[in-house]
């Protein structure tokens, strides 16, 4: 199947800088991506749609400010997390959906574990 | 808008048991459902995917109808290793939401030798 690689597996910073996340289909052109958050113990809540060549469609209740999204070519999409704080400690997944004449599948990165001291 | 119910973990089973685990869904139009598997620290991996009323997928001894009688996508195993627990996401993904996956709260499967 299709490779999606996100980078990097786990970061830690401090309270108030920034951390940029990477996804990239490695064998696929994905002109969406979806990024999702995942709390301990809970299900993954879609954050936004990364979309190339045009601005991200943010969910409701999520800052866009916050969480700066770069679709900058059809294999690149990244996520800027600003001003990062404790409450953003959270892994954060990327996936791209693979359209191939029928149902699109998705495939996942292998996630981002996000802690912010 | 669309929505996936499934049932709340954990659930604890012995090596060899049966595992069921039930996802009923809403969704306008024709969705695809799907199971995800989530190993701890890792990302999700598709388990297996229906696309169609009546499709049965299947992957490493799981399997899952989906039923649009019942709005129901259940997983079950006849038997089970301790290399299958894991957390199981249900989620379904239709053209009418863009193709967005939206997911179950997951379940937590422990497996004890």
Same mark, same amino acid.
């Given at each position: 199947?299709?490779?999606?690689?996100?980078?990097?597996?786990?970061?830690?910073?401090?309270?108030?800088?920034?951390?940029?996340?990477?996804? #990239?289909?490695?064998?696929?052109?994905?002109?969406?991506?979806?990024?999702?958050?995942?709390?301990?113990?809970?299900?993954?809540?879609?954050?936004?749609?990364?979309?190339?060549?045009?601005?991200?469609?943010?969910?409701?209740?999520?800052?866009?400010?916050?969480?700066?999204?770069?679709?900058?070519?059809?294999?690149?999409?990244?996520?800027?997390?600003?001003?990062?704080?404790?409450?953003?400690?959270?892994?954060?997944?990327?996936?791209?959906?693979?359209?191939?004449?029928?149902?699109?599948?998705?495939?996942?990165?292998?996630?981002?574990?996000?802690?912010?001291? | 808008?669309?929505?996936?119910?499934?049932?709340?973990?954990?659930?604890?089973?012995?090596?060899?048991?049966?595992?069921?685990?039930?996802?009923?869904?809403?969704?306008?139009?024709?969705?695809?459902?799907?199971?995800?598997?989530?190993?701890?620290?890792?990302?999700?991996?598709?388990?297996?995917?229906?696309?169609?009323?009546?499709?049965?997928?299947?992957?490493?001894?799981?399997?899952?109808?989906? #039923?649009?009688?019942?709005?129901?996508?259940?997983?079950?195993?006849?038997?089970?290793?301790?290399?299958?627990?894991?957390?199981?996401?249900?989620?379904?993904?239709?053209?009418?939401?863009?193709?967005?996956?939206?997911?179950?709260?997951?379940?937590?499967?422990?497996?004890?030798?």
């Amino acid at each position: 199947g299709a490779v999606v690689s996100q980078h990097p597996s786990w970061v830690i910073c401090k309270s108030g800088t920034s951390v940029k996340i990477e996804c #990239r289909s490695l064998d696929f052109q994905a002109t969406t991506m979806f990024w999702y958050r995942q709390f301990p113990k809970q299900s993954l809540m879609l954050m936004a749609t990364s979309n190339e060549g045009s601005k991200a469609t943010y969910e409701q209740g999520v800052e866009k400010d916050k969480f700066l999204i770069n679709h900058a070519s059809l294999t690149l999409s990244t996520l800027t997390v600003t001003s990062a704080h404790p409450e953003d400690s959270s892994f954060y997944i990327c996936s791209a959906p693979v359209t191939g004449g029928g149902n699109p599948e998705a495939f996942f990165g292998q996630g981002t574990r996000l802690t912010v001291v | 808008g669309d929505s996936v119910t499934q049932m709340e973990g954990p659930v604890t089973l012995s090596e060899e048991a049966f595992l069921t685990i039930n996802c009923t869904y809403t969704a306008t139009g024709y969705p695809s459902l799907f199971w995800y598997v989530q190993y701890p620290g890792e990302g999700l991996q598709l388990l297996l995917k229906a696309t169609k009323a009546d499709d049965k997928g299947s992957n490493k001894g799981f399997e899952a109808t989906y #039923r649009k009688e019942t709005t129901s996508f259940h997983l079950e195993k006849g038997s089970v290793q301790v290399s299958d627990s894991a957390v199981y996401f249900c989620a379904l993904s239709g053209r009418a939401a863009g193709n967005k996956l939206t997911f179950g709260g997951g379940t937590r499967v422990l497996v004890k030798p």
